[in-house]
């Protein structure tokens, strides 16, 4: 394997086994500075740029996401090719904006995510844990990924969001389409098809979320829609379209990420039973290691994207104002100089200071305590009541920007 045989704009790229794709970024860690890479092609007629910088190292990413004002999430953090603006704040809200206003966003949305309304989910997670394992015994050995992994993210926000149970199957279609990244199982192939495609999702969710919203204007609840949807004593509230927004990057952000990392976590178990022995002989002691461990190895969400503000040098390298770099957690995640032996899935690492919620700095991960949260009561649950659960082969997501699975078959005797 040489540098200059790495594409990571390929899609061939992302579908390589695990253990080449990880071996690729280690050659690219090992490079004296970021590559340089010509941007992939999608299926859309947008205009297609030079190229980007892969930020690989763990000091390039914390470093670039601690200058949000020379590293700027405007011109789109989920996307490297430039989507126009108004799309790219319908799919992704403030994770597309800087400061001012993507402070002022994040301050009223953080009215969801406060420890009280936290605390309240908490006994929901619980709940639907322990019916997904129900089920699960019931059902007997399955597909884990629609019937443990997928189930719990999706039943939390849309609890949260005060989403009725038979629209859930809505919600998950359509977030599988926008999260697609052009994986054919759930996108159309046709250039033309996948714009409409992608629209008519983000329109549905938006329906669903305007309709709620209303509701809960005429009759607030204690709820996370009716403490967005009003206002506060500076008189700050949600738009309905910055409402509907929000709605789609959660339903985006929260579920797919926790899906993943519930789906690695078994996959991770299985390959590395004595790690599995281990969580088992102290399950409380070790779950909250096992859970940051899961979500560095995991890594769901592999890049985010930065646009440079203006020339700046770091850690030796010379970017340019306009200049994309793409800060892959991925890599960072693996890097040796922060991780001893960082393809060896080590419950018990400490420190474990990974950036898969994203390094500190504004955009950092408004879910990160709900989704810990939520792979901590799903693995408790799970290891308690079917210790003895492996993971067969995974069918894997075909994306740059996920790590997903699509399908893993499960096996357990209890
Ligand atoms: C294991 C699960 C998850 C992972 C790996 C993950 C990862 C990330 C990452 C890497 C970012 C940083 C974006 C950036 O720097 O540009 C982010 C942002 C965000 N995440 Fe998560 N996430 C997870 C779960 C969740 C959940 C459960 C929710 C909500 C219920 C959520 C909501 C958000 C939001 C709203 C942002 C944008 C924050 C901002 O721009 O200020 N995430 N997440």
Redesign the pocket.
Known sequence: MTVAGIDLSANEFWGLPLAERAASFTLLRAQQRPQFFAEPEVPFAFERGPGYYALVRHADIVEA?RNPEVFS?RRG?TSITDLPVEFNEYFG???N?DDPR?ARL?RI?SRAFTPRMIARFENDVRRAATAIVDDLLAAGPCDFVPQVAARL?LK??CD?MGVPDDQYEMVLTKTNIILSGFDPEFISADPDEVAIQLLGAGQELAELVTGLAAARAQAPADDVVSALVTANIDGEQLTSAELAS?FI??VV??NE??R??LSHALMLLTEFPEQRALLLADLEGRIGGAVEEI?RHA???LF?RRTLTRDYTMNGQDYREGDKAV?F?YSANRDEAVFADPERFDITRAPNPH?????P????????H??RH??TVMLRELLTRVPDITAGEPDRLLSSFINGVKRLPCEFAS
């Open positions: 996401s999430s953090a809200s403030m994770i904006m993507h994040r949305v993210p939390v926000i949260m929000f990057l959660l952000a929260g990420t926790t993943t990392a979500v890594s769901p969400v985010m800060l957690y950036v898969g919620f994203g390094a700095g504004p955009h950092f991960c408004l879910g990160a709900l989704a939520e792979i």
